[in-house]
């Protein structure tokens, strides 16, 4: 079972459902769109992967090649199986893979760059792959799945990370929340990005009492303001605001983060 997470939110996108009934299967995890992520929470990521045992490696599968790496993992992750193969004389039987992932984690993108050709339809949105299919490459038959959710989330923050990097379609969304939830997150672990991103001199003070939703409306305000998103009054077009503040983090644009610790 090959899990592809993204590195953004490597907790938030690994799928439970998937976990349980896959339970007894090799695994191996794939830390993909790895150059959007903070790189140093990403190295913590791995060595958190490496610690509990599990197969693991980093990877932005767009880049050409770079997902050719996992095959040597995968056949290192199943050395055991490979040599019961062969003393079986089972030499040269495909190795069977179930590349499975949330939607719009980059499962289609990564099959493409394995093999080294179109094999599979891809695209920046969630809901693209309907159903499975077989494709195969070199040794492996790879068993291409839909991006899957669980039907609950345990924790409301899994929810909001899943929406942020584009998991869930946007349109069953309340944007500007997601917005104001966002420039909280940020304002408060990547003020430096955002004071560049938005050429703001610096950022509102957070006040004591102040929950995230009326802290990130007010960062919302600034970067708006900034940008030039009036309406009628003079007031700011927080909701444009937010739709371009999610567009530049899930593209990168606004710099390169992590929502998630291993601790």
């Not at 790189?39 to 791995?46: A, F, G, H, M, V």
């Not at 039907?151 to 899943?162: A, R, T």
Request: with cysteine; glycine share 10%.
């Amino acid at each position: 079972v090959l899990q592809i997470l993204d590195a953004r939110i490597p907790l938030s996108s690994l799928n439970p459902e998937i976990e349980r009934i896959t339970a007894g299967k090799p695994h191996l995890y794939v830390l993909n769109k790895s150059d959007l992520a903070d790189p140093e929470i990403t190295r913590q990521w791995l060595a958190y992967f490496k610690s509990a045992g599990a197969g693991c490696i980093a990877m932005d599968s767009k880049q050409r090649g770079r997902a050719t790496a996992t095959k040597g993992l995968i056949e290192k992750e199943l050395s055991a199986l490979m040599e019961r193969r062969r003393s079986r004389g089972m030499v040269g039987a495909a190795i069977r893979v179930m590349i499975v992932g949330i939607p719009n984690v980059g499962k289609s993108t990564f099959i493409n760059s394995f093999a080294g050709t179109t094999r599979a339809k891809a695209a920046n949105k969630p809901g693209v792959t309907r159903g499975k299919q077989w494709i195969s490459v070199d040794s492996f038959d790879l068993m291409d799945m839909p991006g899957v959710l669980w039907p609950k989330f345990d924790d409301q923050s899994v929810g909001m990370n899943l929406a942020y990097t584009g998991a869930v379609k946007d349109d069953i969304l309340d944007v500007e929340t997601l917005g104001c939830h966002l420039m909280a997150y940020l304002g408060a672990h990547y003020p430096d990005a955002l004071t560049a991103g938005y050429k703001l001199p610096q950022l509102p003070q957070r006040e004591p009492e102040e929950n995230d939703i009326a802290y990130g409306y007010r960062l919302l305000e600034a970067a708006g303001r900034k940008r030039g998103f009036l309406i009628s009054g003079g007031e700011v077009d927080t909701e444009r605001m937010a739709k371009i503040l999610l567009d530049e983090f899930r593209s990168g644009k606004l710099g390169h983060f992590t929502l998630e610790l291993p601790e």
